[in-house]
C-alpha cells in the first residue's frame, strides 16, 4: 500500500509538470474600485517598438488622458514586444519599450497584460515571469486570468494558441509552446474555465480582454477560431464587451442579435495599414485606420468609451446603461 501510495504521488506530481494549467481554475486578481464604486481604465494595444512608430507621442496623450480620468489601471491587449517578444528576463527591451516609455506619473498603476503572438514568438514565459514585476511592479501578465474590481470582472484570455495558422503556416517564426502543449488539452482546459467563471461571476458588468479579433474590418479580420470557440461562450454568459488588439486600428463593433460590443485598440505604435474590409453599417459604429488608444469609465449602472488619437482628440465616444437592481 506505501509503494502504491508513493506511485500515486509520483504520478500526480508528473501530471503537475505536463498539464501545470490542467490543475487549477483561472487564477483571480482583486482591484479595488474608488471609494464611489466607480472605476477608470485605458486599454492600449501592439505598442512595445522602443518608442518608435509614435508608440512615445501615444504614450504621452496616454498619460493626459490618463491623468483627466484618474485612472486606476491599465489593460494591454497584447503585442507588447515587438517583433519577437523578449528573449528573456533581462531583455532590455522591457525597459526600452516599456518601463523607459510610459513614465507619465497617471500611468504609474498596474498594468494587467495578455500576450500576443508576436510575444509567443519570443520567450513567452519570461513575460510571465515574477522577475518582470521585481523590475517594475506595475508589471502583471499571465496567459489566462481574472480581474475582480466589484462593479466589473475582467476575463483576460490566451487567444493566440486558438490561431490554427501559427501551428499550421508558422513560415519562419519560431512559437514557443511551452506549456501549451499538447494544445487540444490546453485549448479544451480554456473553454472549460472561461465558461465556468462566467457562468459563476454576479459583475454587473463582464470584460473579456484577449489579443486576437472576434469581429474586425481590419487588416487580419475577424478569427474564425475565436468566432467558433470563444464567441458562443461570450454570448451564453452575457459578456458586454470583447477588448482586443492584433489589428492596428481603432474600432467599435456592435452585435445585432445581442448587447455584445466588439473593442479594438492596437493602436499603440506601428499603424496605417491602409486597408479595410466592408463591414454592416448597423454593426460598424467606428474605425480608425492609425494610432491612438482607447479609455472606459464604469459605474454600476453606466459605462463611457472614448478614443483617442496620438493628439488627444476624441475620435469616438459611446455609453451604454443598466438598471441598478436587476429583476430576478
Not at 503585442?79 to 516599456?98: H, R
Request: hydrophobic share 40%; with cysteine.
Amino acid at each position: 500500500m506505501a509503494s502504491m501510495k508513493k506511485l500515486n504521488i509520483f504520478n500526480s506530481f508528473l501530471l503537475l509538470l505536463l498539464f501545470p494549467a490542467a490543475m487549477a481554475e483561472l487564477h483571480r486578481l482583486e482591484h479595488p474600485v474608488n471609494t464611489d464604486g466607480s472605476i477608470s481604465f485605458l486599454v492600449v494595444g501592439d505598442w512595445g517598438r522602443r518608442g518608435t512608430f509614435n508608440q512615445s507621442q501615444v504614450a504621452q496623450q496616454m498619460g493626459i488622458i490618463g491623468e483627466k480620468l484618474n485612472i486606476d489601471f491599465v489593460v494591454s491587449t497584447g503585442d507588447n514586444f515587438y517583433d519577437d517578444g523578449l528573449t528573456g528576463v533581462d531583455d532590455p527591451a522591457f525597459e526600452e519599450s516599456f518601463t523607459n516609455v510610459y513614465t507619465a506619473p497617471s500611468l504609474q498603476k498596474k498594468w494587467y497584460n495578455v500576450l500576443g503572438n508576436h510575444d509567443y514568438r519570443g520567450d513567452a514565459l519570461a513575460q510571465l515571469s515574477p522577475i518582470l514585476k521585481q523590475k517594475d511592479n506595475r508589471w502583471i501578465c499571465m496567459r489566462s486570468y481574472i480581474v475582480n474590481t466589484d462593479v466589473a470582472e475582467f476575463f483576460f484570455v490566451d487567444t493566440t494558441p486558438f490561431q490554427d495558422m501559427y501551428f499550421t503556416t508558422p513560415k519562419d517564426h519560431t512559437y514557443d509552446w511551452r506549456n501549451v502543449m499538447p494544445r487540444k488539452d490546453y485549448l479544451s482546459l480554456v473553454l472549460k474555465d472561461l465558461d465556468s467563471a462566467l457562468r459563476e461571476s454576479s459583475a454587473k458588468w463582464k470584460i473579456v480582454v484577449g489579443h486576437h479579433t472576434i469581429k474586425s474590418a481590419g487588416h487580419h479580420g475577424s478569427s474564425e477560431e475565436l468566432g467558433v470557440h470563444i464567441l458562443p461562450i461570450l454570448q451564453a454568459n452575457n459578456v458586454d464587451f470583447y477588448l482586443n488588439g492584433h489589428d492596428h486600428c481603432l474600432e467599435h463593433i456592435s452585435s445585432s442579435d445581442s448587447p455584445l460590443q466588439f473593442l479594438t485598440s492596437g493602436g499603440g505604435s506601428k499603424s496605417w495599414r491602409g486597408d479595410m474590409n466592408w463591414w454592416n453599417p448597423k454593426e460598424m459604429k467606428f474605425y480608425y485606420d492609425g494610432q491612438g488608444f482607447m479609455a472606459m469609465q464604469i459605474t454600476q449602472t453606466q459605462v463611457w468609451i472614448q478614443f483617442f488619437d496620438i493628439f488627444g482628440n476624441i475620435l469616438h465616444k459611446w455609453s451604454a446603461s443598466k438598471n441598478l437592481v436587476s429583476i430576478m
